[in-house]
């Protein structure tokens, strides 16, 4: 089992690009979640989803969007990126809320 | 606004001591606390959880303490071993699906 994948591990954006940052699971989990990690703040949660085909906000949506459309991948976009937006980002998923997530790699993002 | 702090940045103990890390929260509403383990360069792994209505779980030389008159958690590394240096993390969560973490510890545990 590969657990929880992420691509790509790195990219650099200019500033108005735009992105998608795929994640895959193979642990057939319902929930799947977005995190950035930013220095201090520890990870906060972007959007999650309870399971294919719904969405819903975290902590910090604003300036990204995201989709379900199958079970095992959750994508993250960004359609206009800021500087702001440069973070890693970790992508996650659990068979229920509030059980162990099980993580990705990490993308790390810089936008310039 | 941080609902989950955790206020030392960085702890350093000897190979075989206990090694205690601590967290605080805000929002009473919290009922599931978990601690995740992180190494540079790799996404965080969990190690351990207590739920609201217990006040202690124990896994090996893991042991996670809550005081929820104190708003606090606590977890303990006993002994502690080299490997066990990385960043380690507090998560809360409450029934509205709202999952937040702490800043994170370093911890680093010499020989």
């Known amino acids: 089992n590969a657990g929880v994948t992420q691509t790509p591990k790195f990219r650099v954006l200019k500033t108005g690009q735009s992105m998608t940052l795929l994640c895959a699971q193979d642990?057939?989990?319902?929930?799947m979640y977005w995190y950035r990690q930013d220095p201090g703040m520890g990870l906060r949660l972007i959007h999650y989803?309870?399971?294919?085909?719904?969405?819903a906000k975290g902590e910090v949506p604003d300036g990204y969007n995201v989709s379900r459309l199958k079970k095992q991948n959750f994508l993250l976009g960004l359609e206009s990126a800021a500087p702001s937006q440069t973070s890693v980002y970790f992508c996650?998923?659990?068979?229920?809320?509030?059980?162990?997530?099980?993580f990705g790699p990490g993308t790390r993002l810089t936008v310039t | 606004d941080q609902q989950v702090k955790q206020n030392s940045p960085s702890l350093s103990v000897q190979e075989g001591r206990i090694s205690i890390l601590n967290c605080d929260y805000t929002?009473?509403?919290?009922?599931?606390f978990l601690w995740y383990k992180k190494y540079p360069a790799e996404g965080p792994t969990f190690l351990i959880s207590?739920?609201?209505?217990?006040d202690k779980n124990e896994d090996g030389r893991f042991t996670v303490f809550l005081n929820k008159s104190a708003k606090h958690l606590s977890l303990h590394i006993v002994p502690s071993q080299p490997g066990d240096s990385a960043v380690y993390f507090c998560?809360?969560?409450?029934?509205?699906?709202?999952?937040?973490f702490g800043a994170g510890t370093r911890l680093t545990v010499k020989p």
């Open positions: 996650a998923s659990s068979r229920d809320f509030s059980y162990e997530q099980y």
């Open positions: 642990m057939n989990h319902e929930y």
């Open positions: 989803s309870v399971g294919e085909g719904t969405t």
């Open positions: 929002n009473s509403m919290f009922d599931y």
């Open positions: 207590i739920s609201s209505i217990k």
């Open positions: 998560a809360a969560s409450g029934d509205n699906n709202d999952m937040r």
